[in-house]
């Protein structure tokens, strides 16, 4: 009788990234590196709007929770990528394997949608500064982060649900560093028509709709710049808007490409690739562009180490 989810597979086996055996520490170190770096610098994000009061705000309201997103997000794969590459045998059980797919699509649409609400805050915050306070009030900003929870836990279970009802045969190794769907799809021996359906409607729902969200209000905030003529205010402006977008880009289209628009020749060396972009490149590049080149952000790291100096 199969085991677990109609499926005699009990485990997996992770390939991991496609490096030398030479290149293996080197490549360790680095990741292990990036990986500090991103929990290090979302933690102490996290860590400046809890106790600064000047961040009590709905701009790094959403950005706290991005950065919690971030340090998740990362954690899912991170981890067990830098464990794997010390093992012999890098294995994942099948329920660790479908944990591992239900949290990592938890936290990328969760981002996806966090990234939704900054952009309006910021559109809001721009284009009607003298209403700013009574449409982005507190209900609204609490209201914003519990339905993106909600619709990223529904999103999430519905992927994983469909998945655990599939059959795999023999073949259980993942040409890849975690369980991703589109992976686990390919290695599938009954009907995925379903899940393809689901990936290719409500995956362009949840990512294409929240990538032409974001670009619209950054259209919306340019053109409302533009409008009045100062050249600092469009140098500081552009700067911010370049800085950001390159970061929404970057995250947004690697996952566009991936799973929307997979390429033909189904390259596993470049998917790997776009993975690692947008899975360990944008949550450590997004405490630098959001927060460490702000102003209010530097005002609270020196308050902080103020009061700390004081004791």
Not at 207 to 223: C, D, G, H, N, Q
């Amino acid at each position: 009788m199969p085991k677990n989810n109609q499926t005699g597979i009990s485990q997996f086996l992770l390939l991991g990234l496609p490096i030398r055996p030479e290149e293996q520490h080197l490549f360790y170190v680095l990741f292990l590196a990036m990986y500090l770096i991103t929990v290090l610098g979302n933690f102490i994000i996290i860590i400046l709007i809890l106790l600064d009061s000047h961040l009590h705000r709905p701009m790094y309201f959403f950005l706290s929770n991005l950065s919690f997103s971030d340090l998740c997000f990362s954690s899912v794969t991170m981890p067990k990528l830098l464990l794997n590459m010390q093992r012999q045998v890098p294995l994942i059980s099948y329920v660790g394997c479908l944990a591992q797919m239900y949290f990592f699509l938890f936290f990328g649409d969760l981002e996806s949608f966090l990234l939704v609400a900054m952009a309006y805050d910021r559109y809001v915050a721009i284009c009607f500064p003298l209403h700013y306070t009574s449409i982005m009030s507190p209900k609204l900003c609490v209201s914003l982060v519990v339905l993106s929870w909600v619709l990223t836990t529904l999103h999430a279970m519905l992927h994983t649900l469909l998945m655990a009802r599939l059959s795999f045969c023999e073949d259980n190794v993942i040409p890849h560093f975690f369980c991703d769907l589109s992976a686990l799809l390919k290695l599938a021996c009954s009907d995925i028509h379903i899940n393809e359906l689901v990936v290719l409607i409500i995956g362009g729902l949840v990512v294409v709709l929240p990538f032409l969200l974001i670009i619209t209000s950054y259209a919306r905030i340019v053109s409302s710049i533009l409008k009045v003529p100062s050249t600092r205010g469009i140098h500081k402006v552009f700067s911010t808007c370049g800085s950001h977008l390159s970061v929404v880009s970057l995250f947004f289209g690697t996952i566009i490409g991936l799973y929307l628009c997979p390429s033909a020749n189904n390259s596993t060396v470049k998917d790997t690739v776009m993975s690692m972009m947008y899975t360990v490149v944008t949550p450590m590049l997004n405490p630098f562009i959001y927060s460490l080149r702000n102003r209010d952000m530097k005002g609270a790291l020196k308050r902080v180490f103020q009061k700390k100096s004081l004791f």
